[in-house]
C-alpha cells in the first residue's frame, strides 16, 4: 500500500516524506473513516456495486489487455472499453513499466475510469512513475526506464500537456477499493483486517 495526492492534502504523509513514512510505523493508529471520509478518498466508489472482472499487473503490455478485455466480453467504445452487460473492470494496479505501451495503457484505463466502466488502485509502479512526474528522484529500476523513455519520445508539446495529466491520474487513484457494501477489497499488495475502513501513514506505507 502507498501514498496519494489526498493522503498528502490530510496532513498524513507530506510529499517531502514519502520515503521515510513508507517505512515508518504510525504510534497511534487512525480510528476507521466514516462513509463520507471514505468516498471523498475514492476508497468507496459512487457505485460500489457488482458485477466486476478484476485484472492484476498489466506493466505496459497494451497487446496482451486488449486480448483480455476482448476475452471478458468487453468492446472498444470511444478510447476504452464497455461491457453490453454493465459489468466493470477493476485494475490492481502496476499499470506501467516493463511492457512496451505503458502510455496506450493508461489511456485506455483513464478513459474506462471517466466513462465509469473501470475502477482502479495505485500499485507501487505507479506510484514510483508518479514521484519522478513530481520531479522527485528515483532510481530507474524494474522497468522505469522504459516507461520514462516512452514518455520522452512524445513530442515536446503533447508531453507537456501529458505529464500533468498522468499526475492527476496517478493522484486519483486510491490505495484500496471497498466495494459491494465492503464485501470486496481490492489492494495491488495486502491490508491488514483492523486497516481495513482506514487512511492513515501506517495504512499507506504499509
Same mark, same amino acid.
Given at each position: 500500500?502507498?501514498?496519494?495526492?489526498?493522503?498528502?492534502?490530510?496532513?498524513?504523509?507530506?510529499?517531502?516524506?514519502?520515503?521515510?513514512?513508507?517505512?515508518?510505523?504510525?504510534?497511534?493508529?487512525?480510528?476507521?473513516?466514516?462513509?463520507?471520509?471514505?468516498?471523498?478518498?475514492?476508497?468507496?466508489?459512487?457505485?460500489?456495486?457488482?458485477?466486476?472482472?478484476?485484472?492484476?499487473?498489466?506493466?505496459?503490455?497494451?497487446?496482451?489487455?486488449?486480448?483480455?478485455?476482448?476475452?471478458?466480453?468487453?468492446?472498444?467504445?470511444?478510447?476504452?472499453?464497455?461491457?453490453? @452487460? &454493465? !459489468?466493470? %473492470? +477493476?485494475?490492481? /494496479?502496476? #499499470?506501467? *513499466?516493463?511492457?512496451?505501451?505503458?502510455?496506450?495503457?493508461?489511456?485506455?484505463?483513464?478513459?474506462?475510469?471517466?466513462?465509469?466502466?473501470?475502477?482502479?488502485?495505485?500499485?507501487?509502479?505507479?506510484?514510483?512513475?508518479?514521484?519522478?512526474?513530481?520531479?522527485?528522484?528515483?532510481?530507474?529500476?524494474?522497468?522505469?526506464?522504459?516507461?520514462?523513455?516512452?514518455?520522452?519520445?512524445?513530442?515536446?508539446?503533447?508531453?507537456?500537456?501529458?505529464?500533468?495529466?498522468?499526475?492527476?491520474?496517478?493522484?486519483?487513484?486510491?490505495?484500496?477499493?471497498?466495494?459491494? @457494501? &465492503? !464485501?470486496? %477489497? +481490492?489492494?495491488? /499488495?495486502? #491490508?491488514? *483486517?483492523?486497516?481495513?475502513?482506514?487512511?492513515?501513514?501506517?495504512?499507506?506505507?504499509?
Amino acid at each position: 500500500m502507498r501514498t496519494m495526492k489526498d493522503t498528502q492534502q490530510h496532513g498524513q504523509l507530506p510529499a517531502e516524506n514519502a520515503e521515510t513514512a513508507e517505512t515508518a510505523e504510525c504510534a497511534e493508529c487512525a480510528p476507521a473513516l466514516n462513509e463520507e471520509a471514505l468516498r471523498t478518498l475514492g476508497i468507496v466508489p459512487a457505485d460500489d456495486r457488482p458485477p466486476f472482472d478484476i485484472i492484476g499487473d498489466i506493466h505496459g503490455c497494451i497487446d496482451e489487455l486488449r486480448r483480455l478485455l476482448d476475452q471478458l466480453g468487453y468492446m472498444p467504445c470511444e478510447a476504452g472499453y464497455r461491457h453490453p @452487460a &454493465g !459489468r466493470r %473492470v +477493476v485494475f490492481v /494496479g502496476d #499499470l506501467v *513499466d516493463r511492457g512496451p505501451a505503458s502510455l496506450q495503457v493508461l489511456a485506455i484505463v483513464d478513459a474506462m475510469r471517466r466513462a465509469g466502466t473501470a475502477l482502479a488502485v495505485l500499485g507501487n509502479h505507479d506510484l514510483k512513475f508518479l514521484r519522478w512526474l513530481r520531479g522527485e528522484h528515483v532510481r530507474m529500476a524494474y522497468g522505469l526506464a522504459l516507461t520514462v523513455n516512452e514518455l520522452l519520445t512524445v513530442p515536446e508539446g503533447e508531453r507537456e500537456r501529458l505529464r500533468p495529466q498522468l499526475t492527476a491520474f496517478f493522484e486519483g487513484l486510491p490505495g484500496y477499493l471497498l466495494l459491494d @457494501a &465492503g !464485501r470486496l %477489497v +481490492v489492494t495491488h /499488495g495486502a #491490508l491488514l *483486517d483492523d486497516m481495513i475502513g482506514r487512511w492513515d501513514a501506517q495504512v499507506a506505507s504499509f
